[in-house]
């Protein structure tokens, strides 16, 4: 009995350790704030309402840094705005969520304006999602590095 308790501890063990970094759910703000702040990123889905909306951002370059956040090649003037990340969860039970502020008034950029739920983070992709409360859809945004 002893025997197979500790095969099954080690085969754990070289499991959970062979896992890469990409594979661990993100648990702090500050490595969501790292990864989104090297390199540009672009919008690969964004479903609005029940509606796919990604096109709307084709060619849109978005780059982070730590608390700023600014667009190119939208079509129209460059586009800033804010960022951050924060833990909305309870005690234990981490719920990170990426709040976006741009300064442009077109609906493209004042639809992803929002505070948005991390459902996976790697060092090239970033999905979020939020429920609309006034129509009761969930809006899904997905991020890729360029």
Request: glycine share 6%.
């Amino acid at each position: 009995m002893k025997i197979k308790l500790i095969s099954c501890l080690l085969f754990l063990t070289v499991t959970l350790n062979s896992c890469s970094s990409d594979d661990v759910p993100l648990l702090n703000e500050a490595k969501v704030i790292e990864r989104m702040s090297s390199g540009t990123w672009k919008i690969t889905n964004f479903t609005f309402q029940n509606v796919n909306k990604t096109s709307d951002y084709s060619g849109v370059i978005f780059d982070f840094d730590a608390i700023s956040l600014t667009l190119s090649n939208t079509g129209t003037l460059p586009v800033a705005g804010s960022w951050g990340v924060m833990d909305d969860g309870f005690e234990g039970e981490p719920d990170l969520v990426v709040s976006l502020a741009l300064t442009s008034v077109e609906p493209r950029f004042t639809n992803i304006s929002d505070d948005w739920h991390i459902i996976e983070s790697t060092s090239n992709k970033l999905k979020l999602k939020d429920e609309n409360l006034e129509t009761g859809s969930i809006d899904y945004l997905t991020f890729e590095k360029n």
